[in-house]
C-alpha cells in the first residue's frame, strides 16, 4: 500500500455510526479477556478477499467474525442466521 | 442490547451492522462477554479525544521539564496528566523543530494512538493517505493546506510495529501571553498527525 | 542485539508469505539504526496464535527518501522512519553513519 499512486485524500468525516461503537467496544473487549490479539486482528483483516471493497468497520467486523469462528466460539452458520433476525426485525434489508 | 437506539427503519446502513449486533447477542448468550463489559468499552473510547493530545501539547509548551519527559517517556507524561493510555503498544511524540517537521502514518493499517486520541479520522484511514503520505509527504500537506518554510527537513514515521507516534508541534509565535487552556484550544488533532500545524 | 545506532542495515528482500509486518516499499531499502525500541515477541507469529518468543529487538531505522523513490519531490534530508524488527535487517554497506 505505501508507496502506490492515490488520488487526492477525501477530508469528509462520516459520523461514527452506533455499530460501528459496537465494532470497537467488541473488539477491545475480547482483547481485554485475552480472546484475540491485535495481531490475530491484523492478520485476519489482511486476509479478507474484499478487503479493498470494505469500509474501515466492515473489515473489522469481518475479521472479528474471521477469528471468533476459527478458534470455534462462534460458528458462521449461527452468525448469518441472527444477523437475518435482526435485519428481518429492523424491517428488512 | 447495549448502547444503542435501534437502527432508523429504512436508513440504508452495511449488512455489518446486524453482524456485530448478531455477535453481540451470541457472545452476551454464549457467556463469553457481558453487557457491562461491551459498555465500559464504549465508554472508555468515549473518553479518548484530541482534547488529551492537546493538553499534552499545551503543558510542554508552557514546562520544559514536562516536555522532557514527554519526549522519553510519552507514557508516563500521560498519566501525570491523568491520562491512562492502558494500551500496552509503546507511545512516542516526536517534536516539530524550526528545522524539522514530522508526519505520522500506518501504511500497514492505519494505527494510530487510539488510547490517547481515541478515533482517527476517516482521511488517516484511506488508501489514499496511506499510500502517498510516505512517498510524497509534501504533497499530501499542501492538500491540508500546509507547506514547511525553506529548509526545513520533513520526517516521515511509519508506524509498522507496536508504537504509536504523535507530534509535539511547535508553539505559535505571539502567544507568550496565553494560558495552559488557552494554548491547548490552539492545538488541532491534524496537528498532532503532522498534516499541517496550529495556527 | 546485533544492531547498535548508527549502523547501517538493509531491509531483507524476502517474501515470506502470511502476515508481516515490514512494508513492500521498504524491502531491499538502504537505510541506518536510528534508535532501539525495545525488545518484544515477534508480532508475525503472534498474528497466529504462537508466542512470539524468543522476544527480539525492535529497531527505529530511517531512511533517505531519495533512495525510496526515484521521483521523490523533496530536499535530500527528508527522511523516513519505520519500525523495523532485526529478522527483517541484515548489515548494510560501508562503516556507521
Known amino acids: ?93 | 442490547m447495549s448502547g444503542h437506539q435501534h437502527e432508523e427503519a429504512g436508513k440504508t446502513t452495511s449488512p455489518y451492522a446486524a453482524r456485530i449486533r448478531a455477535i453481540e447477542a451470541l457472545l452476551f448468550e454464549k457467556g463469553v462477554l457481558t453487557e457491562p463489559e461491551v459498555q465500559d468499552s464504549i465508554s472508555y473510547m468515549e473518553t479518548r479525544s484530541p482534547s488529551n493530545g492537546a493538553k499534552l501539547v499545551a503543558r510542554a509548551w508552557m514546562d520544559e521539564g514536562f516536555e522532557e519527559l514527554l519526549l522519553s517517556d510519552a507514557k508516563a507524561a500521560a498519566l501525570q496528566l491523568g491520562i491512562d493510555p492502558e494500551h500496552p503498544a509503546e507511545f512516542i511524540v516526536v517534536k516539530n523543530t524550526t528545522g524539522v517537521h514530522n508526519l505520522i502514518v500506518c501504511t500497514l493499517c492505519s494505527c494510530y494512538p487510539r488510547a490517547i486520541l481515541g478515533r482517527p479520522p476517516d482521511w488517516y484511514k484511506s488508501f489514499e493517505y496511506r499510500s502517498r503520505a510516505v512517498r510524497e509527504p509534501r504533497a499530501v500537506m499542501r492538500e491540508f493546506g500546509f507547506e514547511p518554510p525553506e529548509g526545513v527537513e520533513v520526517l516521515v514515521h511509519d508506524s509498522t510495529a507496536d508504537v504509536r507516534y504523535m507530534v509535539l508541534p511547535m508553539r505559535p509565535p505571539g502567544t507568550e501571553d496565553m494560558g495552559e487552556d488557552e494554548l491547548a484550544h490552539l492545538v488541532t488533532r491534524d496537528s498532532l498527525v503532522g498534516v499541517n500545524v496550529p495556527s | ?97
Open chain 1, 1 to 93: 500500500m505505501g508507496g502506490s499512486p492515490g488520488g487526492p485524500i477525501d477530508r469528509g468525516q462520516h459520523e461514527v455510526e452506533d455499530w460501528e461503537r459496537l465494532a470497537d467496544a467488541i473488539n477491545a473487549a475480547l482483547s481485554g479477556k485475552g480472546l484475540q490479539t491485535t495481531d490475530q486482528h491484523r492478520r485476519a483483516i489482511e486476509s479478507l478477499e474484499e478487503y479493498r471493497d470494505l469500509s474501515y468497520y466492515e473489515r473489522w467486523v469481518a475479521a472479528t467474525e474471521k477469528l471468533l469462528v476459527e478458534k470455534g466460539i462462534l460458528t458462521g452458520d449461527e452468525i448469518d442466521e441472527r444477523a437475518a433476525e435482526i435485519e428481518r426485525r429492523w424491517g428488512g434489508p
Open chain 3, 1 to 97: 542485539m546485533t544492531f547498535e545506532p548508527g549502523d547501517r542495515v538493509k531491509v531483507l528482500l524476502s517474501e515470506k508469505p502470511g502476515h508481516v509486518r515490514i512494508p513492500g516499499y521498504l524491502k531491499g531499502k538502504a537505510g541506518w539504526i536510528e534508535s532501539l525500541v525495545g525488545e518484544f515477541p515477534n508480532p508475525e507469529e503472534l498474528a497466529y496464535g504462537h508466542s512470539g518468543l524468543p522476544v527480539r529487538p525492535l529497531y527505529k531505522v530511517g531512511f533517505r527518501q531519495a533512495d525510496l523513490w526515484d521521483d521523490y519531490e523533496g530536499p535530500a534530508e527528508d527522511y523516513l522512519y519505520a519500525d523495523v524488527y532485526e529478522h527483517w535487517l541484515e548489515p548494510g554497506e560501508g562503516g556507521p553513519t
